[in-house]
């Protein structure tokens, strides 16, 4: 029972985590527009995410324009296309193998097999984390680094967007989820007491049980 609970929960995580993923892979919000210095006071918001960018006005009018090229991206956003969409893919395939492996489904029989297959499941959930986390951590690494370098124009400098914190998040359920189902082990099907089977009465020639056996 036990089991299946640390099951269910960190399988629960792990969706959770696969979902955020894929909106924030869709999100435009990776980098903002800095409001800096002359900048407080502007007519327009720049988003820019790894599909396309988009300008907000002040009327709250917005418009937004798909990346032509994969090529004209900077490296960050190309590992962060490549790692979140791997990231998404895994995710669903963990999930694929949780299911297989679980304790309320009969894709498997063994115990022992099926908490291994879970095992491999949370493995996934974990690797899957990690690939989100790269280009999460080396895009923030870029907006810190742009911002804080005075040779870079105050009107180019970003900040960090809502997509990058959306992916933290992510990244924080499928570690503790994928953990939780490494922690999965078979349910105890045989008992840990022995059984034991009393010597059988003969009866002796003359018709009688030995009295030795009521002793």
């Known amino acids: ?15 959770i985590g ?4 894929m909106v924030a892979c869709g999100l435009p919000m990776w980098k903002v527009t800095a409001f800096i210095e002359a900048n407080i006071v502007v007519a327009q918001t720049i988003w820019d995410g790894l599909w396309m960018s988009c300008v907000v006005q002040s009327t709250g ?3 937004c324009k798909v990346h032509d090229s994969v090529l004209a ?9 490549a790692l979140t969409i791997i990231s998404s893919v895994m995710g669903v395939l963990g999930l694929m193998v949780v299911i297989a492996g679980a304790q309320c489904t009969n894709c498997i029989r063994a115990e022992t097999i099926k908490a291994r297959v879970v095992n491999a499941g949370g493995v996934i959930y974990i690797i899957s984390g990690l690939f989100v986390l790269v280009p999460l951590c080396w895009m923030a690494n870029n907006i810190i680094s742009d911002f804080y370098n005075p ?3 105050a009107s180019k400098k970003r900040e960090i967007g809502a997509a990058l914190y959306i992916g933290w998040a992510a990244t924080a359920l499928l570690l503790i989820g994928g953990a939780v189902l490494c922690c999965s082990c078979p349910s105890g099907g045989n008992s840990g007491y022995s059984v034991k089977y009393a010597q059988t009465k003969r009866a002796t020639q003359n018709g009688e049980y030995d009295k030795r056996n009521y002793v």
């Open 1 to 15: 029972m036990v089991s299946a609970a640390l099951e269910i929960l960190g399988l629960s995580l792990c969706v």
């Open 18 to 21: 696969s979902l955020l993923v």
């Open 61 to 63: 009018q917005m418009q």
């Open 73 to 81: 991206l900077s490296h960050d956003l190309q590992a962060a296309r």
């Open 151 to 153: 040779q870079v124009p």
